[in-house]
């Protein structure tokens, strides 16, 4: 199945997170519970090492998640909240502001009509894989409607189930 994944633009502002936070963890985020409803307090880091700015555009990726400036979060949150998708959300605050984390907790099989999913890791482990997957309709709704220079989105020919299906 065709499909999208979003990620941070490199040489673009950044989260930088408290050590004591897991990144890993949060990227492999098994539980709704472990997402929804929490709060991270952030340094958004806007420069290169040679302090050259990095650019903000509002929309990135973080940790597994489509992120977006706290104004654009309804209408991002509407979009994606369609056909049976689990959404979990979270608070980032940076010294610029609000931002609204997005995580799929919903399953392709389960949902083939979301706009935004997830699928197991492979058939020997049930558990969610890391990645996050978005449908074409998604994507080109948010390249319309928002300054996008902040992600890439890059087109996958998935399994519809598993990262790492069984060879034949």
């Not at 929490?38 to 340094?43: G, I, P, R, S, T």
């Not at 400036?69 to 909240?81: K, V």
């Not at 699928?119 to 996008?148: C, G, H």
């Amino acid at each position: 199945m065709l499909c999208h994944k979003i990620k941070h633009t490199i040489g673009t502002a950044v989260f930088v997170f408290d050590p004591s936070i897991s990144i890993l963890d949060m990227e492999e985020a098994q539980h709704f519970e472990m997402i929804d409803g929490k709060h991270f307090d952030v340094l958004e880091s806007c420069f290169d090492s040679d302090g050259s700015p990095y650019p903000r555009y509002g929309l990135t990726e973080s940790i597994g998640m489509l992120v977006a400036p706290a104004d654009a979060a309804p209408a991002i949150r509407d979009a994606l909240n369609q056909q049976g998708a689990r959404i979990a959300e979270c608070t980032f605050t940076s010294q610029y502001g609000d931002y609204i984390g997005f995580r799929a907790f919903n399953l392709h099989e389960d949902t083939p009509q979301a706009p935004v999913f997830r699928i197991r890791t492979s058939p020997d482990n049930p558990d969610l894989w890391m990645d996050q997957y978005y449908s074409s309709e998604f994507v080109d709704w948010l390249k319309a409607n928002f300054d996008t220079r902040g992600i890439q989105t890059r087109t996958f020919d998935q399994d519809p189930h598993y990262n790492s299906p069984e060879k034949k």
